[in-house]
């Protein structure tokens, strides 16, 4: 059993090897240029060498705060997203969440929040054209809070109530 054990692992580190090496071959097919051919023949050791430059490599990573702060903020953005989806109304009596007389205000309050959060993911991330595009974003994400408040605020004038399920309950009608 131990030997069929080792030579499936065998097996699949040599069918792994080989993969990379097809990727890496197919990605110059691409990109057309030559590919791997330094080592061996057709490149059939140039993964070998890669693997050997890796592990000789010296890698020093200096623990800084963006290190475990990021993280951290990119789950409460999902978070975030997660809470805003839960409570929605799919039916007069089909909601996940208790019926509660504020929903509007609490999604307007969520949205806000998830946009803070989007922010500090762009400012987190130090990189130059990552704070180009979260500034773009932001640009974009506020035409469209603007948009989902005209919206939130149609329907609660509509309605006479800022709770979903009464949303729900006055399409009946029509």
Not at 85 to 95: A, D, E, I
């Amino acid at each position: 059993m131990n030997e069929l054990v080792l030579v499936l692992i065998i097996l699949f580190v040599l069918l792994t090897l080989y993969i990379v090496l097809l990727e890496r071959k197919i990605l110059a097919a691409y990109q057309r240029r030559v590919g791997p051919t330094l080592m061996g023949r057709n490149g059939a050791f140039q993964i070998l060498n890669d693997l050997f430059k890796m592990l000789s490599k010296e890698v020093f990573l200096i623990p800084h705060i963006n290190t475990t702060l990021l993280p951290v903020v990119l789950s409460l953005l999902f978070s975030t997203q997660i809470l805003f989806s839960l409570n929605f109304v799919w039916g007069p009596n089909m909601y996940i969440v208790s019926n509660v007389d504020a929903m509007v205000l609490y999604h307007l309050i969520l949205i806000l929040i998830s946009n803070i959060f989007f922010s500090a993911i762009g400012i987190l991330s130090q990189s130059r054209y990552a704070i180009i595009g979260t500034i773009r974003g932001l640009v974009h994400v506020i035409s469209l809070d603007i948009f989902i408040t005209l919206v939130y605020s149609t329907l609660v004038l509509a309605s006479q109530s800022s709770n979903f399920h009464d949303f729900v309950i006055n399409q009946n009608s029509y």
